[in-house]
């Protein structure tokens, strides 16, 4: 029987100016993101990028250059029950270097 765990995927990792993982399924596991939240720690607005990177290599954009205020909390709905299978990853960029840490959560089955 498959077992369900709620996890921490993401806990304040840095978005830089280049495509990043910020998260990569493990092997013979399905995971699901529940909630996506990305804070912005920079004076000046940027924009914000997020795309899901299937097994094979391409990528899927999910968030697409979303902009984002100084010090703002971003929520990203369109993140909300992502599933990523085994072996894909959640990559995330800006337009401005080191400019949001990422925070996201879900459910990991096995």
Same mark, same amino acid.
């Given at each position: 029987?498959?077992?369900?765990?709620?996890?921490?995927?993401?806990?304040?990792?840095?978005?830089?100016?280049?495509?990043?993982?910020?998260?990569?399924?493990?092997?013979? &596991?399905?995971? !699901?993101?529940?909630?996506?939240?990305?804070?912005?720690?920079?004076?000046?607005?940027?924009? $914000? !990028?997020? #795309?899901?990177?299937?097994?094979?290599?391409? !990528?899927?954009?999910?968030?697409? #250059? &979303?902009?984002?205020?100084?010090?703002?909390?971003?929520?990203? &709905?369109? $993140? &909300?029950? $992502?599933v990523?299978?085994?072996?894909?990853?959640? #990559?995330? /960029?800006?337009?401005?270097a080191?400019?949001?840490?990422? /925070?996201?959560?879900? /459910?990991?089955s #096995?």
């Amino acid at each position: 029987m498959a077992q369900t765990l709620p996890i921490e995927l993401c806990a304040g990792q840095l978005i830089n100016a280049v495509p990043t993982n910020i998260y990569v399924a493990p092997a013979a &596991a399905l995971v !699901t993101i529940r909630r996506a939240v990305f804070t912005s720690i920079i004076t000046v607005p940027a924009l $914000l !990028t997020v #795309q899901k990177v299937l097994s094979g290599g391409s !990528t899927l954009i999910i968030i697409n #250059q &979303a902009p984002i205020s100084a010090g703002e909390q971003y929520i990203a &709905a369109a $993140l &909300a029950n $992502l599933v990523l299978q085994a072996g894909e990853s959640l #990559q995330a /960029f800006s337009s401005v270097a080191s400019s949001f840490n990422a /925070f996201i959560s879900g /459910f990991q089955s #096995q």
